[in-house]
């Protein structure tokens, strides 16, 4: 449930440009992952559970190392963040992408870093 809450902030943010720091866009990401309305606004209301799971997630992250979002972390234990200029949403498409981003990741020529000039 997590990681779907976590998918359609992330899509309303990259591909709406809507505002994290709004409550309407909470409860349309809540809506649009399929969480139990009511369960969502009694998680919300539990700030010392809020706190905690955050807590450890800032810890799990300090861990591997993460500087940034979203970064991915593999089976394999490599872990980078990844920038997309352009979110998919093409399946096919996605799942190019991401073995693409896998086989840059596992590389015997460990690249550490593709940055691009962003243009106007």
């Given at each position: ?9 992330f899509r309303?943010?990259h ?5 994290l ?8 990401a809540a809506q ?6 009511k369960q ?6 539990n700030e ?8 450890q997630?800032?810890?799990n992250?300090?861990?591997?190392g ?7 972390v593999?089976?394999?234990g490599?872990?980078?963040y990844f920038?997309?200029?352009n979110?998919?949403?093409?399946p096919?498409?996605a ?6 981003y ?6 015997e ?6 940055k691009?000039?962003?243009n106007s």
């Amino acid at each position: 449930a997590q990681m779907r809450f976590a998918l359609e902030l992330f899509r309303l943010r990259h591909q709406q440009k809507a505002d994290l720091n709004s409550d309407q866009t909470h409860l349309q990401a809540a809506q649009q992952a399929k969480l139990d309305p009511k369960q969502f606004q009694a998680s919300l209301q539990n700030e010392t559970i809020l706190r905690q799971a955050l807590a450890q997630d800032l810890d799990n992250a300090g861990n591997i190392g993460v500087f940034g979002t979203p970064t991915f972390v593999l089976p394999s234990g490599h872990a980078a963040y990844f920038r997309f200029a352009n979110l998919v949403t093409d399946p096919k498409e996605a799942r190019g992408l991401w073995d693409m981003y896998v086989k840059v990741l596992e590389s015997e020529a460990k690249i550490e870093t593709i940055k691009r000039p962003r243009n106007s």
